[in-house]
Nanobody, 113 residues
Framework: QAQLVESGGGLVQPGESLRLSCIQS????????MAWYRQALGKQRELVAS???????LYADSVKGRCTITRDNTKNTVFLQMNNLRPDDSAVYYC???????WGQGTQVTVSS
């Protein structure tokens, strides 16, 4: 069973940037679609972005133009670059292997002045 570990979260001010990383510790990685989700306090978990094995991407309307999802198959890692962060981006961010269903433990992002 693949294990996913996220990192890169933190406390930032509005307008700043963060780069989240998610590494899959074992198992096949390069053929799978990977995704980032987030869950704000009191809200349902929602899809932020996904990337297929061929690099096709999909973004939630709320982050289009501000976030970029990429992957490095040589390192079994998927990234989420988030720019111009807003307070409503505050949430726990999770990565997911769409095919296996494996989730990471999440990394907290807090955007506050």
């Amino acid at each position: 069973q693949a294990q996913l570990v996220e990192s890169g979260g933190g406390l930032v001010q509005p307008g700043e940037s963060l780069r989240l990383s998610c590494i899959q510790s074992r198992g096949i990685f390069d053929i799978y679609t990977m995704a980032w989700y987030r869950q704000a306090l009191g809200k349902q978990r929602e899809l932020v972005a996904s990337i297929t094995d061929r690099g096709s991407t999909l973004y939630a309307d709320s982050v289009k133009g501000r976030c970029t999802i990429t992957r490095d198959n040589t390192k079994n890692t998927v990234f989420l670059q988030m720019n111009n962060l807003r307070p409503d981006d505050s949430a726990v961010y999770y990565c997911k292997n769409i095919i296996t269903g494996a989730w990471g433990q999440g990394t907290q992002v807090t955007v506050s002045s």
